[in-house]
């Protein structure tokens, strides 16, 4: 077997055409270099250079031993290069669930940041309900989810990502969508339409929090349809609906959007990740400290990449 380093010399040998100046590139005595490039000739049975006062030209058999030289070496060199920077997170794939809308919103940016950011990572995407999402980082099919609140669960490591404006979703001739702020007492009365599918469960909770007083408990229609549905229906009026600052990029002709407040100012709903604690993926600590250093995030405690081992730095 021809061991790479001598691959080295030969093609050293025949970018310099001379042996003592393949060495002084290498710097290695000319004596080591001319010996191993024998040692492969004798090996092979054929002469690679025609060695002269002048330097060393390639022999034809040499030209064509080269060509073969240089692809085993180049492959060999993306290979390793390929294994470092799997290593570091910034080749490899990362599947990523969620069940909010990816229309817009900062789950699409965040993606389209790091995507941007880590190109040779392979991002897939899978939009599910939470139950299936959870079953999904059990399995090892997901290496993280995102999802609204915070939650614990068995053997998942979680952290806060981000936040969003609450947003009610109205029929542009609703009376209410002539004002430019919402606060909870103005949708007493109101009919709201919701997706039996996430988040809606989640929303019919806060809705329920927000709203029901003594001898009141807002009218709720839970519907097995999708969130693009829900904004169609509400288009032909009769209902209002609660929904995410994501939900802007769903674009229904007829429906207005307007910011839910309380005393405070605006309401806002907090994402978080989940993803297994025994995941190794590297693709999948790049995308945390991606996510930390846009959000202004504290680092995370137990994490051994960091963007400073890349090299780079975020813009």
């Known amino acids: 077997m021809i061991e790479l380093r001598k691959l080295r010399y030969i093609i050293a040998a025949a970018e310099a055409g001379s042996f003592s100046r393949a060495a002084r590139n290498l710097n290695i005595k000319q004596a080591t270099l001319s010996r191993h490039i024998l040692d492969v000739e004798q090996r092979l049975g054929i002469a690679m250079f025609d060695r002269g006062t002048r330097g060393a030209r390639l022999t034809p058999n040499g030209k064509t031993y080269l060509r073969t030289a240089r692809r085993i070496v180049k492959e060999f060199e993306e290979l390793n290069a390929w294994v470092r920077d799997t290593r570091t997170g910034e080749v490899g794939g990362l599947a990523i669930g969620f069940y909010t809308s990816f229309t817009a919103g900062n789950l699409r940016a965040t993606l389209v940041g790091f995507r941007d950011f880590y190109p040779r990572v392979k991002l897939r995407g899978f939009e599910r309900n939470r139950q299936m999402l959870l079953e999904g980082i059990e399995n090892g099919l997901l290496d993280i989810v995102v999802m609204i609140g915070e939650a614990q669960y068995p ?35 109101e009919r709201f339409l919701l997706t039996e599918r996430d988040p809606g469960p989640e929303t019919r909770h806060m809705l329920l929090s927000k709203l029901w007083m003594p001898g009141y408990t807002p009218e709720i229609d839970m519907d097995d349809i999708g969130r693009d549905t829900v904004l169609s229906a509400i288009a032909l009026g009769g209902f209002i609906s609660i929904v995410a600052e994501s939900a802007l990029g ?66």
């Open 155 to 189: 053997n998942l490591r979680s952290r806060p990502f981000w936040s969003e404006r609450i947003l009610v979703a109205m029929p542009e001739g609703h009376p209410l969508a002539s004002r430019e702020r919402i606060h909870w007492t103005d949708l007493h009365g």
């Open 250 to 315: 769903i674009q229904v002709p007829g429906v207005v959007f307007r910011e839910v407040h309380e005393s405070n100012g605006h309401i806002r709903i907090g994402f978080s990740g989940y993803w297994r604690e025994d995941n190794d993926n590297a693709a999948l600590h790049r995308f945390l400290e991606f996510v930390a250093e846009r959000y202004s995030l504290p680092p995370l405690s137990g994490q051994h990449h960091s963007s400073q081992q890349s090299g780079k730095e975020m813009a």
